[in-house]
């Protein structure tokens, strides 16, 4: 493996120039999150497979999150649960009667498939869409296309619902274009952008983004593939959210992951990953021809490209899966340097803190700052921090043309701010169960209860019907 760990640029100008403003959409933890161990090549949902789950401190911690991550001077926002249990799909499969029927039957006959239906994984909203901003599609509006995470039976019932979510969310449609997903083919399955970066040249506000895809298989020539966990990716449903974001092939970079990495559990490319600007934090063992994939982000995003590097010797991969360390969120402040926000579990683990460390104090880059926050709810079930949000970039605002200025484009009721915090947090108290073991999933009125609360909660935001029991 060559070199790639000098900076181009002094943390000064690194990020001197922004080509968008940023906001991070965290998704709200659900009333069903569980731990039913859904999803495979997922160490950390396959190791807590039985566990009884905490849904009420699972969603203050994922608001506490958002409110640590505002204070960075992020732009914050969030998007609304999905409907839990999904009582539709139990009928789609054969289950007849009331609901209260409907989800004692599955219970007693299908538990796998109720607690599928009763996944919050929608929370991790890194898998909710892939997100292009307007300055880098053709027609010059922002696109998110809609994930149609076919490999995982529990998300793939999500599609649907967050389709709506979104559109409700983006509705000015000359700022914004949300897409279906993806057909659910064989050649199709994608994640969102949990295997989508945005990079660009901070130094240059002229040169073009760069857009880095990874996949985990090629369908049409399989011949390096993962031997135990399933590549979730593909090239060709990469390829097609690229031509469906409107962007110039030429500024993108399509990457394998490495097939051994798969198979140690990193089944999204976020897990050894992350990048912010200029800068992209990774992994030595994350990709197949590691020095092509570098060669090619080198060239295309541009002066100012910060590589830095992870080496195995430093971090294994197990430790790297362990920890997520990069599943952290690398974020721009204020003072126009970066924060890298890491899940509690890198600070109590030596080596992957050490390697935080050194990053922070490596003045060749713009990591100046790292901080470390409780997601244990989520990690329990292999989603850090960078799995909880959806980075949208928005076009720069110009005084001159407020029509550039996306952020009003944006639903007001999901923007976060400390009001709309104390507000989740009352509405969370009020609605969720402290505990849930696998039997309080066949309770009719944990879905009465979750209905009513998201009625109350679209109410509350102004948000139009967008679940089904809404009619």
Known sequence: ?????????????QTGIPTATEANFDGLVGMTHNYAGLAAGNMASQNNAGRISNPKAAALQGIAKMEAVAALGVMQCFLPPQERPAIWVLRQNGFTGDDAKVLADAHANKPHLLAQCCS??????????????????RDQRTHLVVANLKSMPHRAIEPPCTHAILSAVFADRERFVVHQALPSSAQMGDEGAANHTRLF?????????????????????????????????????????????????????FAQQHPDAIDQGVFHNDVVAVGNASTLLYHQDAWLDHDRVMDALTERVGNSFCPLAVSRDELTMAEAVSTYLFN???????????????????????????VAQRIQQDRRNSISRVVYLDVRESMRNGGGPACLRLRVPLAPHSDSDPSTNTLQGIHPGCIFNSQRAAQLRAWVETWYPDQLTPEDLADPMLLKRNRDALDALTKQLALPAIYPFQG
């Open 1 to 13: 493996m060559r070199s790639h760990t000098v900076c181009g640029v002094t943390a000064a100008n």
């Open 120 to 137: 919050s994984s929608f929370m991790w909203s890194a898998n909710a869409a892939t997100v292009a901003p307007a300055q880098d599609a």
């Open 201 to 253: 040249d901070a130094t240059n506000s002229q040169h073009p983004a760069t857009h880095f895809f990874v996949y985990g298989i090629d369908t049409a020539n399989p011949q390096r593939q993962p031997k135990i966990h399933p590549a979730r990716q593909t090239l060709q449903a990469s390829q097609s959210v690229a031509n469906l974001l409107q962007l110039d092939l030429a500024q993108c970079v």
């Open 328 to 354: 952290s969120q690398l974020v721009t402040t204020t003072d126009g340097t970066m924060t890298l926000v890491c899940p509690s579990e890198v600070e109590h683990h030596a080596r992957a803190r050490a």
